[in-house]
């Protein structure tokens, strides 16, 4: 781990599961950060994900990897009376907590803010919800799928008309509000440069997919007039679609009111700019989906690579549909660092998505495969100050176990 990174000495206890709040930690330690990642003897239940469909079945552990690389692993039953001593050394060594245990159950753990505020004062106490702190429904377990997606709206507006809710892609709120939990982090980290003071900082799945799909919900605020669901066929703005090219592949096309002239041209269709059916603007509305039958056939008659020399010839906003299996060797993401090195994972799992930050003429650390469960609780314990008399007792009490390492 790097000795001169932007967060070098910063000292994290990461107590959260699944995806947002240790990718939060991720980033952290992205850029130098010391990451304990505390989970149950058992191991946390993202160790298991790649083996639970619809998530991409894999031999390897990827998602564990994903979202817990570079950190120490421990193993801590917090059930046992004898772990809050441990947790109360981990506070107290720690620059930043982070937590997303449901409230009730955080509770009967005493690992609320008012429980460990105070061992540190200076503690960052970084918390993330399903559904915010308040309300009918703050006790509520959250998933991306529930609270980001299906509960701020963005479930019901990415869907052509007609057509069901579908299931969304698995992490992409989590991921987003991680970026946003770091970004609290972050922000407390700089007031307790000034102020000396901690901070309990907080988000939710469900803030955070409101304030994804804002534009609309902003929209709603003002009683503004919806379109209804996006048809491909029938949309509200032919310029602004998606179309198939000969080759089958989709692509979306965002065809801004200064590039119209442009884009006539260049697809051979300069007649569509006087045709008396889309000159007008209240007949172009009446007739949008006749635009977009003649643009499918326009589109369809050409492979994206056409396309994409077109579009980029006039500096027109579009973008190909590509799988994940495309998009792994896609040589944009390659020149930009987005896919890095992992070292020590073994098996086939050779890489890693980069956090989505970069500080220019600072080297990120190098990614290095998360940690087998409790891999590293001897360690742990003696840098708080455990002796080897106090690890063998907190064994037999059963809070730090003795756990058979996975594979992962």
Same mark, same amino acid.
């Given at each position: 781990?790097?000795?001169?990174?932007? *967060?070098? @000495?910063?000292?994290?206890?990461?107590?959260?599961? *699944?995806?947002?709040?240790?990718?939060?930690?991720?980033?952290?330690?992205?850029?130098?950060?010391?990451?304990?990642?505390?989970?149950?003897?058992?191991?946390?239940?993202?160790?298991?994900? %790649?083996?639970?469909?619809?998530?991409?079945?894999?031999?390897?552990?990827?998602?564990?990897?994903?979202?817990?690389?570079?950190?120490?692993?421990?193993?801590?039953?917090?059930?046992? !009376?004898?772990?809050?001593?441990?947790?109360? +050394?981990?506070?107290?060594?720690?620059?930043?907590?982070?937590?997303?245990?449901?409230? !009730?159950?955080?509770?009967?753990? +005493?690992?609320?803010?008012?429980?460990?505020?105070?061992?540190?004062?200076?503690?960052?106490?970084?918390?993330?919800?399903? *559904?915010?702190?308040?309300?009918?429904?703050?006790?509520? !377990?959250?998933?991306?799928?529930?609270?980001?997606?299906?509960?701020?709206?963005?479930?019901?507006?990415?869907?052509?008309?007609?057509?069901?809710?579908?299931?969304?892609?698995?992490?992409?709120?989590?991921?987003?509000?991680?970026?946003?939990?770091?970004?609290?982090?972050?922000?407390?980290?700089?007031?307790?440069?000034?102020?000396?003071?901690?901070?309990?900082?907080?988000?939710?799945?469900?803030?955070?997919?409101?304030?994804?799909?804002?534009?609309?919900?902003?929209?709603?605020?003002?009683?503004? +007039?919806?379109?209804?669901?996006?048809?491909?066929?029938?949309?509200?703005?032919?310029?602004?679609?998606?179309?198939?090219?000969?080759?089958?592949?989709?692509?979306?096309?965002?065809?801004?009111?200064?590039?119209?002239?442009?884009?006539?041209?260049?697809?051979?269709?300069?007649?569509?700019?006087?045709?008396?059916?889309?000159?007008?603007?209240?007949?172009?509305?009446?007739?949008?989906?006749?635009?977009?039958?003649?643009?499918?056939?326009?589109? @369809?008659?050409?492979?994206?690579? %056409?396309?994409?020399?077109?579009?980029?010839?006039?500096?027109?906003?579009?973008?190909?549909?590509?799988?994940?299996?495309?998009?792994?060797?896609?040589?944009?993401?390659?020149?930009?660092?987005?896919?890095?090195?992992?070292?020590?994972?073994? @098996?086939?799992?050779?890489?890693?998505?980069?956090?989505?930050?970069?500080?220019?003429?600072?080297?990120?650390?190098?990614?290095?495969?998360?940690?087998?469960?409790?891999?590293?609780?001897?360690?742990?314990?003696?840098?708080? @100050?455990?002796?080897?008399?106090?690890?063998?007792?907190?064994?037999?009490?059963?809070?730090? !176990?003795?756990?058979?390492?996975?594979?992962?």
């Amino acid at each position: 781990m790097a000795s001169d990174n932007i *967060f070098s @000495g910063l000292k994290v206890v990461d107590m959260a599961s *699944f995806i947002a709040g240790p990718s939060a930690a991720v980033i952290l330690s992205d850029f130098g950060a010391d990451v304990i990642k505390v989970e149950p003897p058992s191991g946390e239940l993202w160790r298991h994900a %790649h083996n639970a469909p619809p998530q991409p079945v894999a031999e390897d552990a990827y998602p564990w990897h994903l979202n817990n690389r570079n950190k120490r692993g421990m193993a801590l039953d917090l059930k046992s !009376p004898s772990a809050h001593q441990v947790l109360e +050394k981990l506070v107290k060594w720690a620059d930043v907590l982070i937590v997303n245990t449901p409230h !009730p159950a955080r509770a009967r753990l +005493k690992l609320e803010y008012q429980d460990v505020l105070p061992w540190n004062p200076r503690l960052i106490y970084a918390d993330v919800t399903g *559904f915010g702190e308040n309300g009918p429904d703050a006790d509520l !377990p959250g998933f991306d799928i529930t609270s980001y997606w299906a509960r701020s709206g963005l479930l019901s507006m990415t869907r052509d008309a007609g057509a069901p809710p579908t299931w969304p892609v698995a992490g992409s709120g989590d991921n987003a509000t991680a970026v946003g939990l770091y970004s609290a982090i972050v922000t407390a980290l700089y007031r307790r440069e000034r102020t000396g003071e901690g901070a309990h900082v907080t988000t939710s799945l469900l803030a955070e997919g409101i304030w994804s799909a804002s534009v609309s919900i902003q929209a709603a605020l003002c009683d503004a +007039k919806f379109f209804g669901q996006h048809d491909r066929k029938n949309p509200a703005n032919a310029a602004m679609n998606v179309y198939r090219a000969a080759d089958d592949t989709w692509f979306v096309l965002v065809v801004t009111s200064d590039k119209l002239e442009a884009v006539a041209k260049a697809i051979g269709r300069p007649d569509l700019l006087t045709d008396p059916r889309f000159s007008d603007p209240v007949k172009l509305m009446a007739n949008m989906p006749q635009l977009t039958s003649i643009l499918d056939d326009v589109f @369809g008659a050409q492979p994206m690579e %056409h396309w994409h020399n077109v579009f980029r010839g006039i500096h027109v906003t579009f973008g190909a549909v590509r799988d994940p299996r495309e998009v792994i060797n896609d040589p944009q993401i390659q020149a930009n660092n987005i896919i890095v090195p992992l070292e020590g994972a073994g @098996g086939k799992l050779t890489s890693t998505i980069s956090s989505p930050l970069h500080v220019h003429g600072v080297t990120k650390v190098s990614a290095k495969r998360a940690p087998r469960i409790g891999e590293h609780n001897e360690e742990i314990l003696r840098q708080l @100050g455990f002796s080897a008399t106090d690890i063998e007792g907190l064994r037999a009490s059963g809070a730090v !176990p003795q756990v058979k390492e996975p594979a992962v």
